[in-house]
T-cell receptor
């Protein structure tokens, strides 16, 4: 079965510092990987996704992630954190299930940005 | 383009009572999902519809949970009777179809508290 593991339930960075949120996946087939962000009292919003092609994926709000097959990783980064980046971040893997697909989420990483 | 709508946003009930949640997906989206998100965890899929047919309900506690999607558009999720462990945020999402690469768009969720 496919799964994702997010290392670190809480990450704290200073404003302007590098953001690195870790995600490792387990998959017996080529994975399709997603990062979603959830702001307080809101639903999830797609940041970026990897399907095929270029392994460095750029998303919204200056975030990017690199698919590394050899390391089974899909870490999320942003060069300079803003206060507005404080939120919960979820990594997810999509797998085909018969004629449909299923999205399986990690447990999330809460990002805190301090002055 | 209007997003996924959900109501109510908040609900507090006593255990053993019943409750219903409503979801209106993005227009034209064939696939609709209901997720349960317990505090501190990632969303867990409860049920997936494609048009008005059920694709996956393997994680739905069918002794107390039920869901329907009327005419392949709106959907309702019902819990009867509710238990304390049902306290969670219930998220509705929709996607154009159900390909592994399709993006799911989430509503703001309904926060259920069972006392």
């Amino acid at each position: 079965a496919q799964s994702v593991t997010q290392l670190g339930s809480h990450v704290s960075v200073s404003e302007g510092a590098l953001v690195l949120l870790r995600c490792n996946y387990s998959s017996s087939v080529p994975p399709y990987l997603f990062w979603y962000v959830q702001y307080p009292n809101q639903g999830l919003q797609l940041l970026l996704k990897y399907t095929t092609g270029a392994t460095l994926v750029k998303g919204i709000n200056g975030f990017e992630a690199e698919f590394k097959k050899s390391e089974t990783s899909f870490h999320l980064t942003k060069p300079s954190a803003h206060m507005s980046d404080a939120a919960e971040y979820f990594c997810a893997v999509s797998v085909a299930t018969g004629t449909a697909s299923k999205l399986t989420f990690g447990t999330g990483t809460r990002l805190q940005v301090t002055l | 383009e209007a997003g996924v709508a959900q109501s109510p946003r908040y609900k507090i009930i006593e255990k053993r009572q019943s409750v219903a949640f409503w979801c209106n997906p993005i227009s034209g989206h064939a696939t609709l999902y209901w997720y349960q998100q317990i505090l501190g965890q990632g969303p867990k899929l409860l049920i997936q519809f494609q048009n008005n047919g059920v694709v996956d309900d393997s994680q739905l506690p069918k002794d107390r949970f039920s869901a329907e999607r009327l005419k392949g558009v709106d959907s309702t999720l019902k819990i009867q009777p509710a238990k304390l462990e049902d306290s969670a945020v219930y998220l509705c999402a929709s996607s154009l179809w159900s390909l592994v690469t399709d993006t799911q768009y989430f509503g703001p969720g309904t926060r259920l508290t069972v006392l």
